[in-house]
């Protein structure tokens, strides 16, 4: 796992992804915590956590967000140029 600010994070395995659902409850509670904008992605790259600050920064909401490649929801960047997936 990555979160969007920090390092990554291997919550998941690369044969299938999973990630458990106390992890899971953990990530997503970290990332919404968080006053900037964050978010996670699976080993696969598919976003699992989404907070408000992204929606502002990225501008898809957490529903469309969630269980998409990172890539194509946040378009590999930031608005200031800086890559995040």
């Known amino acids: 796992m990555r979160l ?3 390092p990554r994070r291997p919550l998941a395995t690369r044969g299938d992804d999973v990630i458990d659902p106390e992890s899971l409850e953990e990530i ?3 990332v919404a915590d968080t006053a900037s904008p964050a978010f996670a992605v699976d080993l696969g ?3 699992v ?3 408000q600050q992204a929606e502002e920064m990225f501008g898809p909401p957490t529903s469309e967000a969630i269980g998409r ?3 194509m929801v946040v378009r590999g960047a930031d608005r200031a140029g ?3 997936c």
């Open 45 to 47: 790259g598919r976003v």
């Open 28 to 30: 997503e509670r970290q």
């Open 4 to 6: 969007a600010r920090g």
């Open 82 to 84: 800086q890559v995040v």
């Open 49 to 51: 956590a989404w907070n």
């Open 69 to 71: 490649p990172c890539a």
